[in-house]
């Protein structure tokens, strides 16, 4: 099931003026989902136009602080999508995936789609060591370029996978067929001025002025 992000921000207002702080936290920046040869991790990270980034995963997890929200206007540049693998298991010394494809839409509010499916092969990986995060795949979509000259409106950005994910252990494995990764959804935002912001679940937009 595709789950929508969330990021958070915050603001301290003092004696009558808004004063913004970045709040750096601690945390994982991972999606698990657990499979038959281990978990799949997912991970977006949001680039802004002065080169910051942020992981969602991390600034998702404490969006329900008692805090208000604001940000000091920074525009969303670019939304990277990484999966990787971590394979678990007795018998086997190592483990191989056989590639797949990682794909980007974006929809507009009526469905239509506007830019994709593009799609990226990871090729095969071998000799993956067990018990430790290998990434897989790392896309990237520069949203402000794709998006930037649309109507002012909401998008939906969807990163998927498509084709069956083959994994064996090494030695003497045989090839089989994993779950593929459940995949991301975004909603941002474009406004009439063209500036770009993320939506959280409650509404609340980040990157917003």
Known sequence: MIKKLAILLIAIVAIGAVVTVYAFYSGEEYWETETVFGKWQEKIVVEYEDGTTDSLKILEDH???PLSVKYDGKNVKTLTYQIYAVATGEGYDSFDIDWFYTTTT?????????YGPAKSSTGTKTGLSLDNSHQLVSI???IKATIDDE???????IFGTERDIQYKGNPGGSWQTAENPPGREITVQVTNDNFITLVLSSGTQIGYE
């Open 106 to 114: 974006i929809e507009d509010s009526s469905g239509s789609i506007i």
């Open 151 to 157: 109507p002012e409106g909401a998008y939906t950005v």
């Open 140 to 142: 990237g979509i520069g």
């Open 63 to 65: 969006e329900a602080l």
